[in-house]
T-cell receptor, first 112, second 113 residues
């Protein structure tokens, strides 16, 4: 059982470039989430999706977009990356909104 | 504005002793609290949770205490083991924002052999 997979594991990206972080879960969870982790700030919610076809904004959504075309996949797109988006990004899922969340291994992104 | 605060960035304890990690919150609408544990280069993993209708929840060596009047929760680990060395995050969500977890900054626990 893979759980949640994220790709890539790490990436160095030039400012202004477009980037999509991939997240796939095989647990048939309805809800999925994207967080960023920054030192001294903990994890902050970027976007979430309570069910396929719906998405919502979290605490820090600016500069990011998401889509939820099916249950398993929840990609996060940076349309034009900026250095302040340098962070570790975690995808998570839960069987329904409000239940415990399961996290992927993370993507370390550096924007130069 | 940090709604969930972990004011101690780090904690060091001796193996076998008790570890106490603290967390404060400001939003009285929060009704469910969780602790996550994170090892380097891995995603956070769920550890223990507590509903606001309880003041204590225990799971093996881990106990979470909730003091609603003080808006404070704590995680006790007894006895502490070197494998417990990790970053611990507390998180909260309220019924009006179900699914949206608000995390604290994290506390790095080091358990010395």
């Amino acid at each position: 059982i893979a759980g949640i997979t994220q790709a890539p594991t790490s990436q160095i990206l030039a400012a202004g470039r477009r980037m999509t972080l991939r997240c796939t879960q095989d647990m048939r969870h309805n809800a999925m989430y994207w967080y960023r982790q920054d030192l001294g700030l903990g994890l902050r919610l970027i976007h979430y999706s309570n069910t396929a076809g719906t998405t919502g904004k979290g605490e820090v959504p600016d500069g990011y977009s998401v889509s939820r075309a099916n249950t398993d996949d929840f990609p996060l797109t940076l349309a034009s990356a900026v250095p302040s988006q340098t962070s570790v990004y975690f995808c998570a899922s839960s069987d329904s909104a409000g239940n415990r969340q399961y996290f992927g291994p993370g993507t370390r992104l550096t924007v130069t | 504005d940090q709604q969930v605060k972990q004011n101690s960035p780090s904690l060091s304890v001796q193996e076998g002793r008790i570890s106490i990690l603290n967390c404060d919150y400001t939003n009285s609408m929060f009704d469910y609290f969780l602790w996550y544990k994170k090892y380097p280069a891995e995603g956070p993993t769920f550890l223990i949770s507590i509903s606001s209708i309880k003041d204590k929840n225990e799971d093996g060596r881990f106990t979470v205490f909730l003091n609603k009047s003080a808006k404070h929760l704590s995680l006790h680990i007894v006895p502490s083991q070197p494998g417990d060395s990790a970053v611990y995050f507390c998180a909260a969500h309220g019924s009006s924002n179900t699914g949206k977890l608000i995390f604290g900054q994290g506390t790095t626990l080091q358990v010395k052999p």
